[in-house]
């Protein structure tokens, strides 16, 4: 009798301790995050004129904020896509982003994308000139952002869709849909 008062006692005392000693410990402080994925590079808007759907690479590394469900990071994409106007010639597309995914729990489920950055445009133009044919590469470097959604299976499995938009002096804005499979770490 008196083991089982003992161990009631104890345990009561226990279970009242561990929530008190939890408040004591400092904040969650986050996790990183590292994600690798690929997937279809699709053109809209006036680039449709000039190329076909093309594929892309994309790495980025985050923080996951304790108690805010939002991820901040970085991530760098490669998009290639062969140029209508001759199958010989690619565009390369290089984008550096901050980007913020919001609502993007462990648990899984679906996240917000936002972010900002540069976006790099490098394409072959081929010349017609007197000792025969000729190319040049290029290159625009423009500020660009991307909006979009995606979702969590589970911790590691994600599929994004987003906008990717650039804003170039001439007026001749430039826009692609990348949408990713890829995992995290």
């Known amino acids: 009798m008196r083991k089982s008062i003992l161990a009631g006692s104890l345990i009561t005392l226990i279970s009242a301790a561990v929530p008190a000693a939890a ?8 996790t990183w995050v590292l994600g690798i994925g690929a997937g279809a590079t699709i ?3 006036k680039q449709t004129d000039f190329l076909k759907t093309g594929f892309h ?8 904020l304790p108690n805010a469900d939002m991820e901040l990071g970085v991530e760098g994409i490669y998009l290639r896509a062969k140029n209508k106007l001759s199958n010989d010639n690619y565009s ?3 984008t550096i982003m901050a980007h913020a995914h919001i609502g993007a729990g462990e648990r899984g489920g679906p996240y917000l994308v936002l972010g900002a950055g540069v976006l790099r445009n490098e394409y072959k133009q081929a010349l017609e000139v007197i000792d025969g ?3 040049i590469t290029n290159t625009h470097s423009a500020f660009a952002i991307e909006g979009g959604v ?3 299976f589970g911790k590691v499995v994600f599929l994004e869709g987003r906008v ?3 804003f170039r002096k001439d007026d001749d804005e430039y826009t692609l849909v990348p949408i990713t499979l890829g995992i995290r770490f």
């Open 92 to 94: 390369n597309v290089y």
């Open 57 to 64: 690479g994309a790495v980025n590394i985050g923080y996951d």
């Open 43 to 45: 053109p809209v808007g």
């Open 164 to 166: 990717l938009h650039s």
């Open 150 to 152: 995606g979702i969590n």
């Open 23 to 30: 408040q004591s410990l400092p904040p969650d402080p986050g």
């Open 133 to 135: 044919p000729n190319e």
